[in-house]
């Protein structure tokens, strides 16, 4: 499998022309079963298949479900921001470097699923009691020089649930 699959096994995210209320349900359909179908991938993976890098040069299963959590909770506050403010300015964070600290890379991995399993469900919660014009709010990513409107991040945050458990699986392979 070429470098650029192994990056990118599910393809990168295409935002769609429209975004309407099904595809925004089927995005909270992805965010709610996350975290169940990570848990039933990783938690038949030894030790050893947890420390493999998905790729060459990857971070392993470990760093990528620790990543998720992280992520994720990264992505909730933005929400929150976007909903609650008018337009801010999010605060990006370097992902790559909280992938070296120690919690991502040592730690047990159940800390992460189980954040994972609470976080999704009030995102979630969140996401459902949401009406159309909320899902129009933006806030503004200073590293992307652009707004993001919260329907696309909501198809991003999907993208981002299979796009991570693709690398995930992707260790079975190996």
Request: proline share 5%; hydrophobic share 40%.
């Amino acid at each position: 499998m070429d470098l650029e699959k192994l990056k990118y096994p599910i393809g990168k995210y295409i935002k769609p022309s429209v975004i309407d209320q099904s595809i925004i349900d089927g995005y909270i359909f992805e965010i709610e079963s996350f975290p169940e179908r990570l848990r039933n991938v990783v938690t038949r993976y030894s030790q050893t298949q947890l420390d493999t890098p998905y790729r060459p040069d990857g971070w392993t299963v470990r760093q990528v479900i620790h990543h998720c959590a992280d992520s994720h909770m990264n992505s909730f506050i933005r929400f929150k921001l976007a909903l609650t403010e008018e337009s801010p300015t999010i605060k990006p964070y370097f992902e790559e470097r909280w992938a070296e600290l120690a919690d991502a890379k040592n730690l047990d991995i159940e800390p992460s699923l189980i954040l994972l399993d609470g976080l999704h469900k009030r995102w979630v919660i969140l996401l459902k009691s949401l009406k159309a014009e909320d899902f129009q709010k933006v806030f503004i990513h200073p590293e992307h020089g652009k707004s993001f409107t919260l329907a696309e991040n909501t198809g991003i945050y999907a993208w981002h649930c299979n796009h991570h458990l693709a690398h995930v699986l992707l260790v079975d392979r190996l």
